[in-house]
């Protein structure tokens, strides 16, 4: 382990969503890993019920990540109560489900701020520590769900696809200078959860598969996407294809797991 993955540990981890399914699994599998987590959900109840249930080394904050000046406050908040954060999941989001003739302006906003913003806003209010000490790790949940969008999905399906956007747009104009702040997304699956589906991934599960990715601190995996405990890989063109099989190269995909 390098000194600054070591730093890294040391920090705060902040889980956005932390009130129930995959973000309270994340909370809790990062207090077994002895780091100390922020939470941030929009339930006052749920952050309660949560920081009951995991003790020392967890602090719940209420706060709605679509609220910009919410999202600065609670940051402010964390840091002066346990210190920087070095890790930021961004896990909080709303899957409607919706049909699009049932949107309205405000309705499909609400996802957009939410989805999207709440990501942007969270990267915005830890960004500044991060460069200030030259390293930290944010890791950003994403889907499939705008490669071929679902029927009532398009709200989630248009915001998820934007925030990948976004942390392409992070590492464009971050990776050359900060390359010790490491960025990246990923996928956990279809969990059974509130917004999954009854035969879904264990939340607990994919959490172990997120936590480690979070703790993984090397440049190399700024920019990579992992599909649950996977490294997903592009598909390639034929003649690269070709090329590969000539020269014996291959690229195996990172594990989780």
Do not use: H, W
């Given at each position: 382990?390098?000194?600054?993955?070591?730093?890294?540990?040391?920090?705060?981890?902040?889980?956005?969503?932390?009130?129930?399914?995959?973000?309270?699994?994340?909370?809790?599998?990062?207090?077994?890993?002895?780091?100390?987590v922020a939470g941030i959900g929009r339930n006052p109840e749920q952050s309660t019920a949560v920081a009951t249930e995991l003790g020392d080394g967890f602090?719940?904050?209420?706060?709605?990540?679509?609220?910009?000046?919410?999202?600065?406050?609670?940051?402010?908040?964390?840091?002066?109560?346990?210190?920087?954060?070095?890790i930021l999941i961004n896990n909080a989001a709303v899957y409607p489900r919706r049909d699009i003739l049932d949107e309205t302006p405000e309705?499909?906003?609400?996802s957009v701020n939410i989805n999207l913003g709440g990501v942007f806003y969270c990267c915005h209010?830890?960004?500044?520590?991060?460069?200030?000490?030259?390293?930290?790790?944010?890791?950003?949940?994403?889907?499939?769900a705008h490669i071929a969008p679902?029927?009532?999905?398009?709200?989630?399906?248009?915001?998820?696809?934007?925030?990948?956007?976004?942390?392409?747009s992070l590492i464009a104009d971050l990776a050359d200078r900060f390359p010790d702040i490491v960025i990246n997304d990923w996928i956990p699956g279809a969990l059974k959860t509130r917004m999954g589906i009854p035969d879904g991934i264990e939340p607990a599960e994919a959490a172990k598969w997120g936590v480690r990715l979070a703790l993984w601190h090397d440049p190399?995996?700024?920019?990579?996407?992992f599909d649950q405990d996977t490294e997903f890989l592009e598909p390639i063109s034929l003649k690269r294809k070709i090329l590969n099989k000539?020269?014996?190269k291959k690229r195996i995909p990172l594990r989780l797991s």
């Open positions: 382990m390098t000194d600054t993955s070591q730093r890294i540990r040391e920090g705060i981890a902040v889980v956005t969503g932390a009130g129930a399914g995959l973000g309270r699994e994340l909370c809790r599998t990062l207090i077994a890993e002895d780091i100390r602090m719940p904050v209420t706060a709605d990540v679509s609220d910009p000046e919410a999202v600065a406050r609670a940051f402010e908040d964390i840091t002066a109560t346990l210190g920087a954060p070095t309705s499909f906003m609400q209010a830890v960004l500044p520590g991060m460069v200030e000490r030259g390293y930290g790790r944010i890791v950003n949940l994403s889907t499939f679902a029927p009532t999905a398009a709200a989630y399906s248009v915001t998820k696809g934007a925030a990948q956007t976004l942390t392409k190399m995996l700024t920019g990579r996407l000539i020269t014996g």
